[in-house]
């Protein structure tokens, strides 16, 4: 049976958070074990300079700061492929030959570019290669043949464009193409990670993130100031769950094993969240448990981190090696694409 292929990435426009590895990160770990899938792991520095195109060392000073939180999590470069998307040239033919399937203002209405739009403040300048971005992330996922990406729901909008592109390119030139599926979490609170302040994103440019190279002071820290429920003021008030950070991060990240080592006065989350609901458990409580939850979790993330910048041309190496490798792929397959379009 052929294997499956995945794609993901992230843009390097800062170091990795939180919402990355419960969103992606973590799982990407877990599949690439799996000998039913090939993965591919890209560092989007293409896509990260659409809208820092007047401040390119934001992209260039963190393609390695990238790099080094995959490595750091566990991501294997002898098991998948991780590669640095300016360095595959047949990328950027792709995107433009996928651009004549695609209207200015199919693009102005997906729901994410029109989020992403409002949220960088872009008004009526937005950069055309901002708008473009649903277009070159379709050619990253065609290029590779990509069955799966494994992605937050935020992307659905531009995985579902992706698979319109797909059908209009096989309608008009040949059936070549793959349509992908989007794979999310099991665990919906993962899918989207809120920031530290109860935003519904969290988000390096809004400085409401927890980042994997964090140490123990600023975890307790950015904890400490995380949104909690305003109507409880007292310990013994009850409390709401839903739209209270700690408790989202908890269902998140938390396990039976967490509250054996760190709160055993509770057997699981349940209990917690049972015993807050009803009053007579206070934020500080929760909060501390948190912190130490995320300590366990971020510190040997962290530390593992520390010892491969010690080695800094080894990293460069890996992702080098990588990405011949994925060029090697991309060479042979941009070959068919043009087969198909001028025969």
Known sequence: MDKKILLTGDRPTGKLHLGHYVGSLKKRVELQDDDNYKMFVMIADIQGLSDNGDNPDKVKNNILEVMLDYLAVGLDPEKITI???????????????????????????????????????????????????????????????????????????????????????????????????????????????????????????????????????????????????????????????????PFIYLRALSNEKHFRDFLPDYKNLSELEEHYTRGGLGDGTVKKFLTNVLIDIIAPIRERRLKLQENMQNVKDLLYEGTMRARNIAEINIQEIRDAIFG
């Open 83 to 245: 590669f640095q998307q300016s360095h595959i040239r047949e990328l950027m033919e792709l995107t433009i030959y996928l651009s004549n399937l695609v209207s200015v203002p199919r693009l102005k209405r997906n729901p994410t570019i029109k989020t992403e739009i409002l949220y960088r403040g872009f008004g009526e300048n937005v950069p055309l290669s901002f708008l473009m971005y649903p277009v070159s992330q379709a050619a990253d996922i065609t290029l590779f043949k990509t069955n799966i990406v494994p992605a937050g729901e935020d992307q659905e909008p531009l995985i579902e464009l992706t698979c319109d592109i797909v059908k209009d390119f096989n309608r008009t030139f040949k059936d070549i193409l793959v349509k992908p599926e989007l794979m999310l979490s099991e665990n919906v609170y993962c899918r989207r990670l809120p920031g530290i302040d109860g935003n519904n994103k969290m988000s390096k440019s809004l400085g409401n993130a927890i980042y994997l190279s964090d140490d123990d002071k600023t975890l307790k820290e950015r904890v400490k100031m995380m949104y909690t429920d305003p109507e409880h003021l007292r310990v013994e008030d009850p409390g709401h769950i839903e739209g209270n950070v």
